[in-house]
């Protein structure tokens, strides 16, 4: 019987469809208990499987290993001024720290290359800066800033009216500046700079007076004034010598005449003399003679102290020779 039948099964196999196989495939697939399939292409004849039962009570899972995205997520960490006011002609320095983007600054459209490294601006006016970064999906992230710029400072006069004053008295100080505000060092403070007047206090000496103007940048000019104090007591020496020269036959020997010093020492408590002569009163006079050339200095001292000094040289030379006969 099975003769019969062999010659025919060879001759019924290529009848079949891809299709038709892959059915026949399936159920005996699943009657054995394999992988079932699930479906055949129909273009090239194989197939997809899908998760089956590959033992009782067991089933394969399909794993998914997609690849993580590597750019990180746009961020802009910090836009900054080191100065938020600077005085015209100067500079500011902006940081600028950002990650996940392409940054331009604007106003200019700079392209920032690198996060982190400093940007120098100098606007001639007030400014707004943006910072925007740009990344590869999404709205561009933005981050702005002012840099106002101000006027400098300017002094257009400083002086005391008079400029010197009777001792314990003030003197009035005037001063006319713009873009800033003057402060006198001491006691003075705030002086306005409209040239209203400011007074001093009592001076009991020469003074010198410092002005500084600051504007809002903190950038500042200066200043400075001197008053003179005069006082109506004043401590002075008045010395008189008679005669100025002295003549001596030979070196060594005395001189043959002396010599009067006299002075007086107004307002003064205390006179002294140099040459080992020592205390003196504040007027009298001196009979001199010495040997040599020689300079005496007189000190005088008031009652606060202060001093005056005075000298006097009494020159000793030789005889001059006689005159030749005519």
């Keep these: 019987m099975f003769r019969a039948f062999h010659p025919i099964v060879p001759a019924l196999i290529p009848a079949f469809r891809p299709s038709t196989l892959g059915v026949l495939l399936m159920l005996s697939g699943a009657l054995l208990g394999r ?15 899908t998760p089956g039962r590959t033992q009782k ?5 399909a794993t998914n290993h997609s690849r993580p995205d590597a750019s990180p997520s746009p961020e802009i960490t910090e836009f900054s001024a080191d100065k938020s006011v600077i005085t015209e002609g100067n500079v500011a320095v902006l940081m600028a720290r950002f990650k996940g983007g392409v940054a331009l600054l604007n106003p200019g459209k700079l392209a920032v290359q690198q996060s982190g490294v400093p940007i120098t601006v100098g606007p001639e006016a007030t400014t707004k800066y943006t910072l925007e970064l740009t990344p590869a999906k999404g709205k561009p992230l933005r981050r702005s800033l002012r840099v106002e710029v101000v006027p400098a400072p300017r002094i257009l006069s400083f002086r005391s ?39 001093t206090g009592p001076l009991s000496a020469d003074s010198s007076f410092l002005l500084t103007v600051t504007n809002r940048a903190g950038d500042s ?10 006082d109506p ?3 002075s020496i008045t010395l008189k010598l008679t005669p100025e020269t002295l003549f001596i036959q030979e070196p060594g020997s005395a001189p043959s005449e002396e010599a009067i010093l006299s ?20 007027m009298g006079e001196l009979v001199l ?6 300079t005496y200095t ?15 040289t009494l020159h000793v030379v030789p005889v001059p020779p006689p005159l030749p006969p005519p």
Excluded: C, M
């Design 221 to 230: 000019v200066t200043a400075s004034l001197s008053v003179t104090v005069e």
């Design 263 to 282: 002075w007086d020492a107004r307002n003064a408590q205390e006179v002294t003399v140099d040459q080992g002569i020592g205390t003196v009163s504040p």
């Design 161 to 199: 009216d008079p400029p010197g004053v009777v001792r314990d008295n003030a003197a009035t100080l005037h001063a006319v500046y713009e873009n800033g505000t003057g402060v006198v060092e001491g006691d003075l403070g705030v002086l306005p700079g409209d040239g209203v007047e400011r007074f």
């Design 298 to 312: 007189f000190t005088a001292k008031d009652a606060d102290g202060r001093e005056s000094t005075a000298q006097a």
């Design 289 to 294: 003679h010495p040997e040599n050339t020689t």
């Design 35 to 49: 992988t079932s399939l699930d479906a055949i292409t129909p273009e090239d004849g194989n197939f997809k499987g």
């Design 57 to 61: 009570g067991a089933t394969s899972q």
């Design 233 to 235: 007591q004043g401590l």
